[in-house]
């Protein structure tokens, strides 16, 4: 176990950097935390926060204000995935047609090979970007589960790892057909409860029970003062929800993480996954460094990276006008987690994650290029690459240099268009992004004679 630094997020100093983050990169309002458990069963959390909930009321964030998780809600519902395996109750290779005999997608020979594990590791196949809106009833998930018939495979069952949030709403229907329950109830019951939470909610018809905090996306107007405006949606469909719609304050964030780094021991005493499943959700299970020079694999929910010689089991989120940052260091019994309400999150969660992990010394995995990798012609990977809701122009700039542009095929996040980035050379098959919402780094690939761009989801080449 490791102390934590006698001022780190205590000094004023702190304070005065996240202010500072937050005015810099237009995010109205953040919370950022870190927990470090003791060898008594103790825990030591700090959490500073900054702003306000919305630019249209004006309430200042609080450590009790409540943030939306996005995808980290993913390893909610893998744990409750795995606590059925716990159980008895399946196995990460029983198929998913054993537990929703009516499940199918577009194309039946897959349907009936994908298995729980796929499920976990976005090795399913399934198109991931899907937000139908079925409703707020209960049975949203199922009919949301239901309408998956026409979803379409981007790879085979067990193929290449593509992000799928559709994956996890059928993993989150498995959990309420075997717990005869409603996903979220199976949070309250199996998770919530045990964990003492109470500042946590997945329905909206909850948030004005809380200080609750509202996305902000880019403002259309370029002339303004304000760069982000409240957004006018404040939820993603109910329906998706086991893949990101959990909304708690940033300590019940770290204190499910303090679970998890304890191998399934709640800091109340009560155990809530095996130390076997806990292990496991972070034992590697897609190898990522073909891909990736940031992330190294994907275990059961998590993602694994390496900051400086220690493992990281970290997940994100990002959903409407608002992002989410979640590193859990288990060998050492730290975390830190940063949540906002805008589009530039991001950017304030890697400027302060940086600073935090100097003061633990860690180190912040950032993309790393090859020797004169700024010589590099990108030229032979060039061309469109579609999902089913964004296409990606990957072009020649004005400059010379190279450029990537997104388009919403669908709307989702209600975002307007964004304009080109400019790519930086890693190597002949990745390269860096970086612009005010967003940065990461891409890869070029060829699955079955087939070229796509990796960028945690595939994105298929339709044209040079």
Known sequence: MTDLPKDLLVAPKWQERLDELAAKHSVPGAQVGVIALGEDGAADIRVITTGVTSLNTRVDVDADTLFQFGSASKIWTTTLIMQLVDEGKLTLDTLVVEVLPEFTIADPSNTKEITIRQLLTHTSGIDGDLFNDTGDGDDCVEKYVDELATAISVTEPGGHLSYSNAGFAVAGRIVEVLREMTWDEALVEYLWKPLGLTHIITKAKDAPLFRTAVGHVANPDRTSPDKVVPTKQWLLPRGIGPAGIITGSVSSLLTFGAAHMRDGLALTGERILSEESARLMRTPQFDLTAVSSVDQAWGLGWILSDWGGVTSAQH????????????????LGLAMAVVTNSRGGGALAHD?????????????????????AEDIDLSHILGTYESTTVRIELTRGDDGGFQVQNFAKIEIDGEPPAPPTKVVPLSASRFSISNESASGEMAHLTIDGEEYLYMTRLFKKISD
């Open 316 to 331: 994100g989120g990002a959903t409407i006008g608002q992002i989410t940052r979640f590193h859990t260091f288990p060998e």
């Open 352 to 372: 302060i994650e940086k600073e935090i992990a100097q003061e633990l010394d860690l180190v912040l995995p950032e993309p790393k290029s090859e020797p004169n």
